[in-house]
């Protein structure tokens, strides 16, 4: 297994909007991506299990890309067993997702979620919208 450094881990199960997210981050050079369909897939990769037993978890990504609605495992459950493990736990969690809902805000920040964005509608808005997430959370933010 290749054990290169991951920027970010997007875990996305709607194939356009990954698609769209690793466009708008590869435009802004952001190419140190890995992208997982579904919260079972991101489980395996961020902890070294499964498909990713022989990964190093100690390279771990700088930001982790997480949609709530997935088949296997939801984004909740991700975003819960992520911040409560000591190891993983400092790794920042947006979540961009769909969800509107009050509910899922609350509690996605309750489970130590660093961000909360609802996926802009449109091609363009939502290019604008990844764009500025990734380089903030490349560029700007200090880990």
């Known amino acids: 297994m290749n054990d290169k450094q991951i920027d970010i881990l997007l875990v996305e199960d709607n194939s356009e909007d990954a698609e769209l997210t690793i466009r708008a981050l590869k435009k802004n050079n952001i190419t140190q991506l890995m992208h ?20 190093n978890i100690e390279n ?10 997935m088949p296997k495992v939801s984004g909740i459950e991700v975003l819960q067993q992520i911040k409560s493990d000591p190891r993983t736990k400092s790794i920042p969690v947006v979540v ?3 969800s509107k809902e009050s509910p899922d805000v609350e509690k996605c920040y309750g489970c130590g979620a660093n961000s909360f964005i609802v996926k802009p509608v449109g091609f363009k808005n939502f290019m604008a919208a990844v764009t500025e997430l990734g ?7 200090h880990q």
């Open 36 to 55: 997982v369909k579904d919260g079972a897939e991101a489980l395996e990769f961020i902890f070294g299990t499964g498909q990713y037993a022989d990964r």
């Open 60 to 69: 771990k990504p700088k930001v982790i890309l997480l949609d709530l609605n």
């Open 96 to 98: 961009l997702t769909s």
């Open 135 to 141: 380089l903030y959370w490349m560029f700007q933010n």
